[in-house]
């Protein structure tokens, strides 16, 4: 299984950026597909997630401002990211929730980060 995120980069305060994250690999569903994000000397946090019936989870620090769909077609997670805040500057992380037929299971996979700086 692999991961593969972009659409990170600079903007300036009240700027936007959307970041993708495409699935690929062998596996039977997926559960979830959610984006993390990690700012230097702090613990990785939720930013969003949604699961496979489109319920959407989003920490309160970003609710009104980012947005997360998916692309089921595509296996593709987006999450738009508007009104930034210098305080969004982080390392964001694809995960997925999938199923597997061999080995069975369910498991969760990380992707690469891609860096957003939000500064002036």
């Known amino acids: 299984v692999q991961l593969q995120a972009s659409g990170g980069g600079w903007v300036q305060p009240g700027g936007s950026l959307r970041l993708t994250c495409t699935a690929s690999g062998s596996f039977s569903s997926i559960n979830f597909m959610g984006w993390y994000r990690q700012a230097p000397g702090k613990e990785r946090e939720l930013v969003a997630d949604i699961t496979s019936g489109d319920s959407t989870n989003y920490a309160d620090s970003v609710k009104g401002r980012f947005t997360i769909s998916r692309d089921n077609a595509e296996n593709t997670v987006y999450l738009q990211m508007n009104s930034l805040k210098p305080e969004d500057t982080a390392v964001y992380y694809c995960?997925?929730?999938?199923?597997?037929?061999?080995?069975?299971?369910?498991?969760?996979?990380w992707g690469q980060g891609t860096l957003v700086t939000v500064s002036s």
């Open positions: 995960k997925l929730g999938y199923d597997s037929r061999w080995p069975v299971g369910s498991f969760e996979h």
